[in-house]
């Protein structure tokens, strides 16, 4: 017990000096507590509430706009989130592919493409398409496809539905990121009639442009192959130029394309093709566009397979969402999505 003594004195002296200390800093009692200088209004910084956003506006944080705006003034400007130039959105060649169109971008065409053989004969096919820009680089084309060919008795011409054929495509990278933009095509073809067999096709789309954008190029490689019946085998390698006459009106310039196809038994006896003409596009407003194209058969062979003159003509009417200017969408994707 005695030896606790110091121990309880010591904690005694540690009581009565925090007690004191407490004592001596509290406000006597009935004062106030000295309160802190006031802070003057002026000198907080001003709250600066943001104007609303205009409509406009609004569609260029999401990527999108009208399509009577003029904020598109050549075809070499860069759209969209894939950062691709606008010759690029609206099919720029009939007989070559080239990219996506942005997403969001839909697209109706009406094609129409004469094709006369070595023999004279017309053969039409009529196809009607519907084109669904998708994201991530993708795209989604179906298409109805109708011939009128002169196959009756004494030539008598027979219209026909020939087939459904669905399309994909995807691109590797955003618009200048790879060289020459590839981009894979995988088409199936749906054959109306019972002697004639399904096909797939496979193609790899290349584009660019050249000279500070003066020059716009396609380039595809491809094979079709049909199922069945005589199991024909189709290779095609296309190339298209093209160049602006009147910005975001007018372009012009040449394709072509040669084809080689062989079917089961005769793969050593094929039908060459190479035709080649020129092209044109004209587009009377921003969702339309009128794609002309006359090709001249260069091969002298007599195969039916074997072309010696081909038209396309497409018309074409874009719906859905507009690729706004590149430089005023790259905000998070979180914004562009609400």
Known sequence: MEKDLPMKAAWS????????????????????????????????????????????QLQLRQGVIDWNSPLITNDNQRVGTYNQPVWTTQRPFTTTRTYVIP???????????PTWGRTGKVDTRYLEELTIGLPCRFQLDVYERWDISPAGENDKEIWRHEGVQIEARWAFADWDVIPLNPTLYLEWIQRGHNDESDKYEFKLLLGDDFFNGRLHYGCNFSIEKELGQSKEVELQFAQAFGTTIIERKLMAGIEMYYQNNSFQGERGTPANTFVIGPSIQWRPTNRTFLDVVGLVGTTGSNSSESVKGQMFIIFGYQFGKRAGPSNEIYAPAIARSN
């Open 103 to 113: 997403e969001g971008t839909m697209d109706f065409e009406q094609w129409a493409r």
């Open 13 to 56: 002296r540690t009581a009565a000096f925090l007690f004191g200390t407490l004592f001596l800093l509290s406000p006597a009692r009935g004062q106030q507590p000295t309160p802190l200088p006031p802070v003057k209004v002026e000198d907080l910084p001003p709250v600066v509430v943001p104007a609303e956003l205009s409509r406009e």
